[in-house]
């Protein structure tokens, strides 16, 4: 490792014991940006890389429910405002048992960057809750939403930080969330993307992350002279984001072959057609059941408690969660033939993964810049909100592409190496950190 990034990550380390995911995160964005920031000093002497590491606000706080026992739950609640130079922080809310202090700064980490990627203004957060939505009645869910907002309220706002849906938070927790924050504040503001489409929400925002990542996999497939079309295509999750990509790549002639959630995937060799995918649509959004039903349905294979990346694919979509992806996977896929990853999660190819991909020369299309569609599309509904007028869903598909090929551009851009390889990891660190750092120094040691 550079001694430089080895010194910088001590420092890290120590500061923030225990959050692992946070530690990945941050060494990944230091390995682009220290040689960076060595040629232009500038940045060193503003300690921007100290800075951005640090979050600028983080509430953590108890959330006390009523089960439909009676009996009083209790769940732990965050938000990290991690950076607001370029807008008001910006990032999703995660209900998941998993969730931790060092998980929520990852994602907020990342989202500073990613944010910036978009063009759009907006600075980076992330928040959430150890709350388990699975197994709960939607009453249940309900309580413990409006028990949430009545602390988180008094931190958010329109012009301040503006969360949306992650894990195990769509468009019911959403409603119920903007619910409560309406009923506390008598405001109706746009203070949560991911609303209903009927009070304030941004058509094609659901289907924004996976429309995106699709859309910068085509991108990047076209740097090679490729393109989706008569590709076979793994695809990890069967939640928001992997539901969408499943549809646009079919869409765009592409045949997705698997599904997965955390206790197995189905593998179907004749491809998820739009009506096996509405199946999965109102299995995983109505009856909140397990992909399993998918095999039994449809007389598929179903491997219980394996991920899908041991088929054989053109293109790999992890859209699940991080670290689904480790060193021995990428090696499966790269010596299957797999051409190109791109990412519809947050994190989702360890560290030595990732090294797999670059050595193998393969398109890899790391999250912050592959799943930015989402919240490109929660910008493009704050402005909606803002001006208090709707788009078309044409008007917002056509801008959401647009975005997804400048921040594709904006990685060619940084992340172009002399023999012509494109370095993704580094054009979206060095993209998006850029302007970030260039409002930090112009906005004084804040
Ligand atoms: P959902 O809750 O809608 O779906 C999550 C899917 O991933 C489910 O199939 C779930 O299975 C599976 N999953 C979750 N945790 C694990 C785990 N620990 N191991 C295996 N499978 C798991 O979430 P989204 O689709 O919204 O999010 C998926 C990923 O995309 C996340 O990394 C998120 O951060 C990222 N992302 C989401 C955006 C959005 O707009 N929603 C925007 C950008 C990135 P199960 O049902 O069994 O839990
Ligand atoms: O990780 C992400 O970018 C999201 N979960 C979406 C955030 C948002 O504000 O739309």
């Not at 990890?236 to 869409?251: D, F, L, M, R, W």
């Not at 095999?295 to 294979?301: R, T």
Request: with cysteine; glycine share 12%.
């Amino acid at each position: 490792m550079d001694p430089r990034v080895q010194q910088f990550m001590a420092m890290i380390k120590a500061r923030n014991p225990g959050e692992n995911e946070f530690h990945q995160a941050v060494q990944e964005v230091s390995e682009s940006l220290i040689p960076f920031i060595e040629e232009n000093p500038k940045y060193k002497y503003s300690k921007i890389l100290e800075r951005i590491a640090e979050a600028e606000r983080t509430i953590i706080f108890r959330v006390p429910w009523l089960d439909d026992k009676g009996e009083i739950q209790i769940n732990r609640g965050f938000r990290i405002e991690m950076n607001s130079a370029i807008g008001p922080y910006k990032g999703g809310l995660r209900f998941h048992p998993t969730v931790n202090l060092g998980i929520l700064k990852f994602l907020a980490f990342e989202q500073v960057f990613k944010n910036s990627l978009t063009t759009l203004p907006m600075g980076g957060g992330k928040g959430g809750s150890d709350f388990d939505p699975k197994g709960k009645s939607d009453n249940e869910v309900m309580r413990f939403c409006q028990s949430f907002m009545t602390e988180l309220f008094r931190h958010i706002g329109a012009d301040t930080d503006v969360p949306a849906g992650d894990i195990g938070v769509g468009g019911r927790e959403i409603g119920y969330l903007f619910g409560q924050y309406k009923r506390l504040k008598n405001e109706f503001t746009g203070v949560l993307t991911g609303k209903g489409i009927e009070w304030g929400g941004s058509l094609i925002r659901p289907e924004a992350t996976g429309y995106g990542a699709t859309y910068f996999a085509q991108e990047m497939l076209s740097t090679a002279g490729e393109s989706i079309k008569g590709k076979i295509v793994c695809i990890s999750g069967s939640g928001n984001v992997a539901q969408y990509a499943t549809e646009k790549v079919t869409q765009l002639g592409g045949k997705v072959v698997t599904s997965s959630d955390s206790n197995g995937f189905i593998y179907d060799p004749k491809g998820i057609d739009a009506e096996k995918l509405s199946f999965i649509m109102e299995l995983k959004n109505l009856r909140r059941g397990r992909i399993k039903e998918y095999a039994e349905k449809f007389g598929v294979e179903y491997f219980e408690g394996n991920r899908p990346w041991g088929i054989k694919c053109d293109i790999a979509m992890p859209n699940a969660t991080q670290n689904e992806i480790d060193e021995e996977d990428a090696r499966t896929l790269v010596k299957n033939g797999c051409i190109c990853v791109t990412e519809g999660a947050n994190m989702p190819s360890t560290p030595e993964a990732v090294e797999v991909f670059h050595k193998a020369k393969i398109l890899y299309g790391p999250g912050k810049a592959a799943n930015a569609g989402g919240v490109a599309t929660s910008g493009l509904e704050m402005t909606q909100n803002s001006m208090r007028l709707p788009w078309s869903r044409e008007e917002v598909d056509q801008k959401l592409q647009v975005i997804m090929k400048n921040i594709h551009a904006t990685c060619v851009i940084y992340g172009k190496n002399s023999d012509g390889y494109i370095n993704y990891v580094d054009g979206a660190n060095i993209g998006g950190f850029v302007k970030v750092a260039n409002a930090m120094i112009a906005q004084g040691v804040v």
